[in-house]
C-alpha cells in the first residue's frame, strides 16, 4: 500500500526544475557558440586590415606610376625606395624595374609596391603594375615647333600607354 500511493504522488508531481545534466549540456553549446562567434569576428576583422592594406598599395602604385609618366620620378630602374609624401598609414616604398619590349622603341615599366621591403620569406610586393610606354630617349615627347598660315608658331602633343596590372 505504501509503495502504491508513492507511486501515484510520483505520478501527479509535475517537474518543476531542469536537471543537472541538462544545465550542464545547454552551458557547453553557448560555450562553443561564443568561441566560433569570436573566432570568425577575429578573421572578418584580419580580412579587412589586409583588404585595407592591398587597396592602400593600389592607390599608392597608381598615383607612384603616374609620377613617373609625368616626369616626376625618372623611368630608371631603382631598388626599393620610400614613397615621398604619402598620406596612407604605414612605411611604403618603390621599385621600379624598366625594360626593353618586343616592341621597338617602347619601354616596359613594372611598378611593385610595397609596406615591407625587408621581408624575407613569402610576397614582398602587395601590388605592382605594368605599363608600356614610348621610350624617353628617342626625343618623341617633345614635337618640334610648327608654323601655320598666321606665322604663328605652336606644338602638340601625342603620347600612348598601354596597361597591365596585378596582385601579388
Not at 605599363?131 to 600612348?160: C, F, H, K, M, Y
Request: with cysteine; net charge negative; hydrophobic share 40%.
Amino acid at each position: 500500500m505504501v509503495n502504491r500511493i508513492y507511486r501515484e504522488r510520483f505520478r501527479t508531481c509535475k517537474r518543476q526544475g531542469l536537471s543537472l545534466l541538462e544545465v550542464v549540456l545547454a552551458l557547453a553549446i553557448l560555450a562553443m557558440t561564443a568561441a566560433l562567434l569570436s573566432q570568425l569576428t577575429r578573421q572578418a576583422t584580419d580580412n579587412a586590415l589586409a583588404s585595407q592594406r592591398q587597396a592602400d598599395a593600389q592607390i599608392l602604385c597608381e598615383s607612384t606610376m603616374a609620377e613617373i609618366l609625368a616626369g616626376a620620378i625618372p623611368m630608371q630602374s631603382t631598388d626599393w625606395t620610400p614613397v615621398q609624401f604619402s598620406t596612407r598609414p604605414g612605411n611604403w616604398h618603390y621599385r621600379l624595374e624598366s625594360s626593353a619590349t618586343e616592341r621597338q622603341d617602347m619601354l616596359g615599366l613594372r611598378l611593385g609596391i610595397s609596406d615591407d621591403p625587408q621581408k624575407t620569406t613569402g610576397q614582398v610586393e602587395l601590388f605592382y603594375i605594368v605599363r608600356w610606354v614610348i621610350d624617353p630617349n628617342l626625343g618623341l615627347d617633345v614635337l618640334p615647333e610648327q608654323t601655320d598660315a598666321t606665322g604663328t608658331t605652336g606644338s602638340t602633343t601625342s603620347g600612348g600607354a598601354s596597361t597591365a596590372g596585378g596582385l601579388q
